[in-house]
């Protein structure tokens, strides 16, 4: 059994808003996630215990991990110059 993907819906109407193709880009990357959560892209966000991000261009992943449910939680999407704000 895999991992699951859940895509907030705050981070769905942020998707949404995104142009593509990073819009495309954002969704394939999401999908790697499935495969290993802790891949190379990936880096664990500093001052969070569990929080993560990874990079697809101007624009940031970031989501959290539930090994024990197999669950990639995507909590917010976008730019690299707001995303961590009110984080």
Do not use: C
């Amino acid at each position: 059994m895999g991992w699951k993907i859940v895509i907030e819906r705050k981070a769905q109407k942020a998707l949404a808003k995104i142009p593509n193709p990073y819009k495309t880009n954002i969704i394939k990357a999401i999908d790697s996630l499935t495969s290993n959560p802790f891949d190379v892209g990936s880096a664990k966000l500093k001052g969070s215990e569990d929080l993560w991000r990874i990079r697809t261009g101007p624009y940031r992943i970031i989501y959290q991990v539930k090994e024990s449910e197999l669950v990639i939680l995507i909590v917010r999407i976008g730019h690299r110059g707001y995303i961590y704000k009110n984080l």
